[in-house]
């Protein structure tokens, strides 16, 4: 929101396999003290401080979460439900549970919802770069789609 300005439009995606921690993110519920590193503008911006009850709590505002959908998906099925082509996708920490030819797959159809030249955010103990015909490494967790 903050890159595109005033003219926000975009959609972001959030999938996991298990319905409970899609329940979750969707909640938007965070604890105050795990959110130290976000500075006073953005949580005036962007959060609700819980009052009574909810103290020591921030709730996610609308304005933002409007642009989230929430999917159950599972990754090692070929029954993706994503319909645009991606500009960005964080794919972290989810790999590691995967053997290497099942992660092969999995970057296969990663590669196949993405925009040429789109980006890919992996975990810092993932690393891709046995599949660099689909992906090439621009940084230490960053790859771009080729
Ligand atoms: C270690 S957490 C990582 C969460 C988050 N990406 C992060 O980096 O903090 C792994 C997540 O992968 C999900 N997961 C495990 N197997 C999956 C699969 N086959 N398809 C989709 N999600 C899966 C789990 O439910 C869990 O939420």
Request: charged letters at 30%.
């Amino acid at each position: 929101m903050e890159a595109l300005g005033a003219r926000a439009n975009f959609s972001l995606t959030a999938s996991d396999i298990d319905s409970k921690v899609l329940a979750t993110a969707a909640r938007g519920v965070y604890r105050l003290d795990g959110m130290k590193g976000i500075d006073a503008g953005r949580m005036q911006r962007f959060f609700l401080r819980g009052k009574g009850s909810n103290e020591g709590m921030a709730k996610i505002k609308p304005e933002l979460s409007q642009f989230i959908e929430f999917l159950i998906v599972n990754l090692i099925h070929d029954d993706w439900p994503f319909k645009e082509p991606f500009d960005v996708v964080f794919c972290r920490n989810v790999m590691i549970y995967f053997d290497a030819p099942t992660q092969r797959k999995v970057l296969e159809r990663i590669h196949r919802v993405m925009k040429p030249g789109a980006l890919l955010f992996v975990g810092h103990a993932e690393n891709f770069s046995d599949s660099r015909d689909l992906f090439v490494l621009k940084g230490k967790t960053v790859y771009e789609r080729r």
